[in-house]
């Protein structure tokens, strides 16, 4: 099977979000399928043609032909002020018009017209854009979330009232492209039954399948470190999502929790901590602000307990599949574990206000075995359900599945 998979970023370094789905299922398809890579460069994440051409030749194992190009917001400080204030005149939303690029079309355009493609593979909705409805190759777009439903959570989330207003109206652009794009895909991918419901309800008639999140079950495994009375968040500080989790932890159930641990000490590991979070960490001892780190394994492990407190998200969050892969008890929101097939307290304890995190949290602390148990029904789920290997065959399906669904349609 050919695939063109045209990508929003760069799936390198796996570490994290969308770059480890991105590369993992990357990899399976590879072993199936002859894949050709079309991929925007996030500065940020690829600062320098070292680091660039390490993650070409590493893409390049399991792909027939990688390619980049550049994301023009991500020039410059100036760039992005520019898209926004575009975005804020514009009927489309910010993620639409972020990555237009006529190299881009042009580079698609060309490949369909010289390549045989069984299927192309459109890694969000913002690149539906690239795409001919007049051409005959099947598709398949992945929500990696509800991208209206992440606008409209992180929006109510804001406290100015300008980026309030701002991020609802791009809520609002965001409906309206789901309801106007999703349907001329022959397969629709989800990670999570409840995004897959999500968007039927607003868009009937798609054509669905659901591939979910995964873990490199070989290289996150269990470990028994050092068992310190410790807590662990995981996540670049670059996502609001991420940013929002730690600072709601640090000021609504931090203190709860040290009230009754004294010497409990909490990690918040991922690049880009925001001035607030070293501020935190400047004054209390008992924060630990690492910033970036190239293997979170030996910190996750070393914690007691790992704890989710998102308030904002969509998909499935794949640093909770990690944890649970590493045997961590864990303590999460309900939006943290959201679209997980996890029961509560028997692969995780569930819980939304500050008060009743900071009660479970100290519970766990306080109980080993319960940690214990836990731990092993956590790292049994995730070999049965989410090892890549079973999600790559998944998505393979799902190409079959659009195959079969053009076929009938023409």
């Avoid at 398809?29 to 050709?36: I, K, S, T």
């Amino acid at each position: 099977m050919k695939v063109l998979f045209l990508s929003q970023i760069v799936p390198y370094p796996p570490h994290g979000g969308v770059l480890q789905r991105g590369y993992n299922i990357i990899r399976e398809l590879g072993r199936e399928a002859a894949v050709h890579l079309l991929a925007f460069v996030h500065p940020d994440v690829l600062p320098n043609d070292a680091v660039l051409e390490e993650s070409r030749l590493a893409l390049q194992k399991h792909c027939g032909a990688v390619e980049y190009f550049s994301l023009w917001p991500k020039a410059s400080s100036a760039h992005r002020v520019a898209g926004l204030a575009a975005a804020a005149l514009s009927p489309l939303p910010f993620s639409v018009l972020a990555h237009h690029s006529r190299a881009f079309r042009r580079r698609v355009a060309e490949l369909v017209a010289t390549e045989d493609f069984d299927v192309i593979h459109v890694d969000t909705i913002a690149l539906t854009q690239f795409l001919d409805q007049r051409w005959s190759i099947p598709t398949v777009l992945t929500h990696h979330n509800i991208e209206s439903q992440l606008m409209e959570r992180r929006a109510g989330a804001e406290t100015g009232w300008m980026a309030r207003s701002y991020l609802r109206r791009e809520t609002h652009k965001l409906l309206a492209y789901e309801a106007e794009v999703s349907g001329i895909f022959d397969i629709n991918v989800f990670v999570s039954k409840t995004d897959e419901q999500t968007l039927v309800e607003r868009v009937p008639g798609l054509r669905t399948a659901i591939v979910p999140n995964g873990v490199d079950i070989e290289y996150f495994t269990p470990n028994q470190g050092k068992g310190l009375p410790s807590l662990i968040y995981t996540g670049g500080m670059n996502m609001f999502a991420n940013r929002d989790a730690v600072m709601y932890f640090l000021n609504e159930i931090w203190p709860l929790i040290r009230a009754q641990v004294p010497d409990v000490r909490f990690f918040a590991v991922g690049q880009d901590p925001p001035k607030e979070l070293l501020d935190v960490g400047a004054r209390d001892a008992h924060v630990v602000v690492t910033g970036y780190v190239n293997d979170v394994r030996p910190f996750v492990w070393d914690a007691a307990v790992y704890v989710v407190p998102l308030r904002v998200g969509g998909g499935t969050r794949l640093k909770v599949l990690d944890a649970m892969a590493m045997g961590k008890a864990m303590v999460s929101t309900s939006i943290g574990c959201e679209g997980l097939d996890v029961r509560p307290d028997e692969h995780l304890v569930v819980a939304d206000s500050p008060a009743q995190f900071a009660e479970e949290v100290v519970r766990l602390l306080r109980d080993p075995h319960r940690r214990d148990v836990l731990s092993g029904a956590a790292r049994a789920l995730v070999e049965r359900r989410y090892s890549w290997r079973t999600i790559g065959g998944q998505l393979m399906d799902a190409y079959r599945l659009a195959i079969e669904k053009r076929r009938q349609r023409q």
